[in-house]
């Protein structure tokens, strides 16, 4: 089993920064891709980055290309997703999932609770 823990989230003004943490227990994360989804009021989970196991591939949603960036620390066991320029409509709770590196969350097979970001006009 794969404990995940996210942290970071707050509240910041359009235009500000935030870094999230994922932090893992239970198992180490090096063997697994890590994903960050993202879950707007009244809109469905939607991909926003992902990253191999070995932090050699990433891939990210379009819309957020540039703004994000997704990275991985295995000695420390925990992935990070840095979020620049952020926008009102990033607004979301922010999920990290261990599983197969993939954009769909049906190849994640472990997810945190979550990290409310809210980002004022």
């Known amino acids: 089993q794969v404990q995940l823990v996210e942290s970071g989230g707050g509240l910041v003004q359009a235009g500000g920064s935030l870094r999230l943490s994922c932090a893992a227990s239970g198992r180490t994360l090096s063997t697994y891709g890590m994903g960050w989804f993202r879950q707007g009021p009244g809109k469905e989970r939607e991909f926003v980055a992902a990253?191999?196991?070995?932090?050699?591939?990433?891939n990210y949603a379009d819309s957020l290309k540039g703004r994000f960036t997704i990275s991985r620390d295995n000695a420390k066991n925990t992935v990070y997703l840095q979020m620049n320029s952020l926008k009102p409509e990033d607004t979301a709770v922010y999920y990290c999932a261990a599983g197969v590196y993939s954009i769909y969350p049906r190849a994640y097979d472990y997810w945190g609770q979550g990290t409310q970001v809210t980002v004022s006009s």
């Open positions: 990253i191999r196991s070995d932090g050699r591939r990433t």
